[in-house]
């Protein structure tokens, strides 16, 4: 049984891995590791059952989406099984590993987009939002303002269906921007290089910057469009880069196309961009929270490499800590996100919701 879904069979390694033959997306090996294997796969257990419910909701009037939901707890359900008995029976087993097999299970049962109905929900309430976020970053000062940039974008990340506790907040009705950036963690973070990164920020501005957003909703239209948009403004090319492929609640590079085409309605900056080329969208090529640099799609390869990037933005927990936190590349990157999974924080040696800002300067 074959349970790794794959949107780009033509994968490519990322350009800009300073070691590409070394790269290994997701340190963490949980078949060597019991502990670490019995937590993540507990987790991965509880979350089933949130899938379920909320693919009951979205597909309520499907008259077999009850046969569909019994596949996908069977399915994955001995999946999971299969690995907690004998740990390398598909490979070696890691976090991607089991995401891939969770959207495996997913389109065998005929669910495309389990999460299709809350994100396009986030979608419009977050850009009812953004035109009054946007007039006060522009009304901050210049000493001021990236410290303003990145906590929205810690405050956007919050949104995500794939943590248990987040979860358990926006079904609550619990969760709200303004809410969560009025309560985020006081620096220092528990990774805090934004000094080093603001020092960078008022010299030259960088000449291209490829930016790996995460999860719809508040995230990308309030997180990272407005990051994206100040580097704009500051005469920075940006690519922005999206999943191919729907998983949980992550933004797909459909979903991102019309979301900037409506951010161009209302804002000259996003809509000039796109006009003359300086602003790009492409897929990444990937269908699953984290993201492995060993296999993306041509289309971001080429791009790149076309835009000579010289700065790498990886964000959420999932491509910015779960993979790639120790990667290394041949350019300035920013590693950001908010922790939401206690076990993530554990590895870290933080707590829940705290915060990482990682700057690695090109050597």
Not at 46 to 61: G, M, N, T
Not at 182 to 203: C, E, M, Y
Not at 303 to 327: C, K, Y
Request: hydrophobic share 40%.
């Amino acid at each position: 049984m074959n349970l790794e879904s794959n949107p780009d069979r033509c994968a490519v390694p990322f350009p800009l891995l300073a070691d590409p033959d070394n790269y290994v997306a997701c340190k963490l090996d949980l078949g060597g590791d019991h502990d670490s294997r019995a937590y993540w796969i507990g987790l991965f257990r509880r979350h089933l059952k949130l899938l379920i419910a909320e693919v009951s909701r979205q597909y309520r009037d499907d008259p077999k989406i009850d046969d569909r939901t019994v596949i996908i707890d069977r399915e994955f359900g001995a999946y999971l099984d299969a690995v907690t008995e004998t740990p390398d029976r598909f490979g070696r087993l890691d976090i991607i590993t089991i995401c891939r097999a969770r959207e495996a299970v997913l389109r065998k049962a005929g669910i495309d987009d389990a999460y299709h109905d809350v994100k396009e929900s986030e979608n419009e309430t977050a850009l009812r939002l953004l035109a009054n976020l946007l007039d006060d970053l522009d009304t901050a000062s210049e000493t001021e303002r990236p410290l303003r940039l990145i906590e929205g974008v810690f405050a956007g990340n919050i949104f995500d269906l794939g943590a248990t506790n987040t979860v358990e907040l926006f079904t609550d009705g619990a969760v709200d921007f303004h809410a969560t950036l009025a309560k985020l963690r006081p620096r220092p973070w528990l990774i805090d290089d934004l000094d080093s990164f603001i020092d960078r920020w008022q010299g030259p501005p960088y000449r291209s910057a490829v930016m790996f957003v995460d999860n719809a909703g508040c995230d990308v239209v309030l997180g990272m469009i407005p990051l994206a948009r100040q580097l704009l403004r500051r005469g920075t090319q940006v690519l922005l880069t999206a999943n191919t492929s729907p998983s949980l609640n992550d933004v797909t590079h459909d979903e991102l196309t019309v979301l900037i085409d409506r951010v161009a309605r209302q804002d000259a900056t996003i809509r000039d961009a796109l006009a003359d080329g300086r602003l790009e969208l492409a897929p990444s090529g990937n269908g699953v929270p984290l993201i492995d640099l060993a296999k993306v799609s041509p289309r971001l390869a080429e791009a790149v490499v076309r835009r000579r990037i010289d700065l790498i933005i990886l964000e959420g927990m999932g491509r910015a800590i779960e993979s790639n936190l120790d990667a290394t590349f041949n350019c300035d990157t920013v590693k950001l996100a908010m922790i939401k999974d206690p076990g993530v924080a554990g590895m870290l040696g933080g707590e829940l919701y705290d915060l990482v800002f990682r700057f690695d300067k090109c050597r």
